[in-house]
């Protein structure tokens, strides 16, 4: 009975007596150390430790036999194994001793921990990264607005000196810093979305939809679009986040329609697998190339001219960093001339 649970286990387990001989191991532990059982069995289990190690692993080995409750095993270095071929990874290792009536049997679980400590290596870099990016952005700001203020002061008091060329060089630099200006605006919300505590709420996102689209048709009255926005649509999320998501999907749909007289916007839901919600916001706009999709999502990246579709391509960025941080994910459908269709869903948590 006892075999076929250490079989049947998920992990790596290898079985050793109170000597420290390998008696029993799983298939699993065959696959992580690259070994066959029958070379194992009857081998010291320092065979299975890295070199650094094995000086001090019979001690350690020897303190928990003798008192499971003492767990000294890798005290003062990281868990570690090694393979058949002499390479190492960290390990996550728990111990168990079952006295058989014939002595100590321990048994170790072993578990491979090199994708987590990846994982734990990049949110780290990653929270560098932002933390340098929010220093950054918010130092740029006061030289830029000065650049751009003392070009307006050239065009207003100096203008006639400058001559028409001067002024369409100063001209430049203003236009140039109030774009410079917005991208710093979006490294600053890209590192505060990051940063930023969820509070997962209940959510009708079919009013929210509702409530910005009434908010864009506002701001261009002499557009006529035609919105079907289903509601209500419950989900669990960051109110704010999740209203800046359907703002950057609802104000991409409408400056991407702005070419037709028949201009129609839709907000609706669709199968979503096992998430809890799956939303879209659909157009009959000017699309993309379904071959460039996942651009589409990167920060900066733009497949229009800026002078088609102004903008500093970054919604979709934001939406998608958002998306993430609910533990959904965002995904685009579309083809050129025959408009697109955005997709995200939520599973109500924070995945990160």
Known sequence: MYVALVEAAPDAMVCTAADGRVVLVNAQAERLF???????????????????????????????????????????MPLAGRRRDASTFPAEISLSAIDTGEGILVTAAIRDVSAQLRVKDLERSSQGLESFIYSVSH??????????????????????VLGEEGRGY??????????????????????????????????????????????????????????????????????????????????????FTSGRDDASIEFGTAPGGDAAVCCYVRDNGAGFDPAYAGKLFQPFQRLHAARDFPGTGTGLASARQIVERHGGRVWAEGAVGAGATFYFTLDGKESA
């Open 170 to 255: 100063a001209e430049r630099i203003v236009a140039v810093s109030e774009q410079m200006a917005q991208l710093i605006d979006y490294l600053l919300q890209y590192s505060r979305v990051s940063r930023a505590e969820l509070h997962v709420q209940p959510v009708d996102l079919g009013g929210e939809a509702a409530r910005i689209a009434e908010e864009i048709q506002r701001r261009e009255p002499l557009r006529r679009v035609r919105f079907a926005i289903d509601k209500p649509v419950q989900a669990l999320a960051d109110r704010r986040l999740i209203r800046t998501v359907l703002q950057n999907l609802l104000d991409n749909a409408w400056k």
């Open 34 to 76: 690259g070994y066959k059982r029958e070379e194992l069995i009857g081998q010291p289990v320092e065979i299975l430790v890295p070199e650094a190690a094995r000086a001090v692993h019979p001690g350690h080995r020897a303190g928990y036999v003798a008192d499971p409750r003492h767990r000294p095993m890798g005290a003062g």
């Open 139 to 160: 130092d740029l700001r006061a030289p830029l607005r000065a650049l751009s203020g003392y070009s307006e002061v050239l065009l207003e008091d100096y203008g006639g």
